[in-house]
């Protein structure tokens, strides 16, 4: 019975370390929100790892060119992401980035899944298109 109740729990920590954000990479990302550059993250490549999680979160690694917002010296950085199939990242598609000043290849994105009204300002002060964005400030 010992043994059932922790291969359960150790897949259940398994589960959430590979679906959904850990609470470490939370931290982190909120940590760049409030002391990290801005950059616009451009998709450069997306390539499946062969990774499926609940036949339909597929991993990704994600390479992105940094450009930051502050003038700096654009950059390359990867991250492996966990998308659904139907919303799987697109070759040039922008989104807003925060990233470690001192360890650029630590960074957040702000990949949008779902399309909403809310998002618009963000994009706005990453100075990127949203595709619901119909004002004239773009």
Not at 2 to 13: D, E, H, R, S
Not at 45 to 62: I, M, R, S
Not at 88 to 100: E, L, N
């Amino acid at each position: 019975m010992l043994l059932i109740v922790g291969f359960i729990w150790a897949m259940t920590k398994l589960g959430q370390r590979m679906v959904g954000t850990s609470k470490h990479d939370a931290e982190t990302a909120q940590r760049l929100m409030a002391t990290g550059g801005k950059a616009r993250a451009t998709i450069t490549a997306a390539t499946p790892t062969g990774l499926t999680v609940n036949n339909f979160n597929v991993q990704v690694a994600v390479d992105f060119w940094m450009e930051p917002l502050d003038g700096s010296t654009p950059f390359e950085a990867r991250k492996k992401m966990y998308f659904y199939e139907s919303q799987f990242p697109r070759q040039g598609t922008v989104w807003p980035a925060w990233y470690d000043r001192q360890n650029p290849g630590v960074f957040a994105v702000a990949s949008p899944g779902k399309l909403d009204p809310a998002q618009i300002e963000l994009y706005r002060e990453f100075g990127i298109p949203h595709p619901l964005d119909t004002s004239d400030r773009n």
